[in-house]
């Protein structure tokens, strides 16, 4: 990236952007970061921890001479605060969003843009189980995806600028239409969450079970689903409630796989079980062969710089 941005307001200060901050800082990529959080607890531990040169206590003034605006909020709160920031974006500026839902964001925020900001909304495939200002590190989206879903008549010089600054903070960028965007999410991090929430939620109701038994006894996989359960519930509500559609046509087609193997297991049918495993396990190999996770125990969650690496969002 040859020029830095001059001004860059983080709306929202959680793992997302705490860690956007991290990495733009050490790659020298923006000359000044501000921020702002809804929390006043919030923006108080960002300004103990310096995680922002300046936090402020709105978000239209954090805004103001920005030329890169990142709105890190939940999807559900993007359209009041687009509403609240809009009269106060500099002629000229980007502004994305890093939202796992990308056509309800494109809804709640288009319709408050003035003319001549660059609006080109974004998700990172990066995370943890962590929130909070003082979960991110710089390294979170190093050999992640970052996909970009710009709107007709994005302006190609805006794009290139944003595109050049994702690939600086280490990941690898990529372009897809809304939708798409939304039903690929829904069927490698939503569903799978649901399904996590669900399993954790089985197991508190099983009654059979102690609470003991499912916390010392809990195998590899019991322990991944409570990993991603303990991910932010707010963030979720919202990534379901405004994902809606995509969720219920892949949680539609889940149910009808798991019928399937319900019969199959009830029926003896060994043969059906170990062909279905196989071509799953594939999609494993292909997953590491890709460089998103590796083959290292534990599913290579490794500590990285004291952060615990985890799924993507």
């Known amino acids: 990236m040859s020029e830095?941005?001059?001004?860059?307001?983080?709306?929202?200060?959680?793992?997302?952007a705490g860690s956007m901050a991290h990495a733009m800082r050490g790659g020298g990529l923006a000359r000044q970061i501000v921020g702002h959080a809804r929390?006043?607890?919030?923006?108080?531990?960002?300004?103990?921890?310096?995680?922002?040169?300046?936090?402020?206590?709105?978000?239209?003034?954090?805004?103001?001479?920005?030329?890169?605006?990142?709105?890190?909020?939940?999807?559900?709160?993007?359209?009041?605060?687009?509403e609240e920031i809009g009269p106060h974006l500099a002629p000229g500026a980007i502004l994305t969003d890093v939202?796992?839902?990308?056509q309800a964001v494109i809804?709640?925020?288009?319709?408050?843009?003035?003319?001549?900001?660059?609006?080109?909304?974004?998700?990172?495939?990066?995370?943890?189980?962590?929130?909070?200002?003082?979960?991110?590190?710089?390294?979170?989206?190093?050999?992640?995806?970052?996909?970009?879903?710009?709107?007709?008549?994005?302006?190609p010089a805006a794009q290139e600028r944003l595109t050049a600054l994702i690939r600086a903070m280490g990941a690898n960028a990529d372009v897809m239409e809304p939708e798409h965007h939304d039903l690929v999410l829904?069927?490698?991090?939503?569903?799978?969450?649901?399904?996590?929430?669900t399993m954790v939620g089985v197991a508190d109701h099983l009654r059979r079970v102690t609470e003991g038994e499912v916390v010392n006894y809990s195998a590899a996989g019991f322990r991944d689903f409570t990993r991603i359960a303990a991910s932010d519930p707010t963030m979720w509500r919202d990534v379901f409630l405004h994902n809606r559609e995509?969720?219920?046509?892949?949680?539609?087609?889940?149910?009808?796989?798991?019928?399937?193997?319900?019969?199959?297991?009830?029926?003896?049918d060994g043969t059906l079980l170990h062909d279905y495993f196989s071509r799953t396990r594939a999609i494993r190999r292909g997953i590491i062969d890709a460089g998103q996770d590796t083959a290292a125990p534990d599913f290579g969650r490794a500590i990285v710089e004291g952060k615990q690496g985890g799924q993507a969002r």
């Not at 962590?130 to 991110?136: A, K, L, T, V, Y």
């Not at 889940?254 to 319900?262: G, K, N, P, V, Y």
Request: proline share 7%.
């Open 246 to 268: 995509a969720t219920l046509d892949i949680l539609g087609r889940f149910t009808e796989e798991l019928f399937m193997l319900q019969r199959a297991i009830r029926m003896g």
């Open 186 to 197: 829904a069927v490698t991090s939503h569903v799978p969450h649901l399904i996590a929430y």
């Open 99 to 102: 939202g796992s839902v990308k």
């Open 107 to 155: 809804d709640a925020v288009g319709p408050h843009m003035p003319e001549g900001v660059h609006f080109i909304p974004g998700h990172p495939l990066a995370g943890t189980e962590h929130s909070g200002p003082e979960s991110g590190f710089a390294s979170l989206f190093r050999n992640r995806w970052w996909l970009l879903t710009p709107l007709p008549g994005t302006d």
């Open 4 to 16: 830095p941005f001059q001004r860059v307001a983080l709306i929202g200060l959680g793992l997302i």
């Open 39 to 82: 929390s006043a607890e919030t923006r108080e531990t960002a300004r103990r921890i310096g995680l922002v040169d300046e936090v402020f206590d709105t978000a239209a003034e954090a805004v103001r001479g920005a030329d890169l605006v990142v709105l890190a909020v939940p999807v559900g709160a993007m359209a009041a605060v687009a």
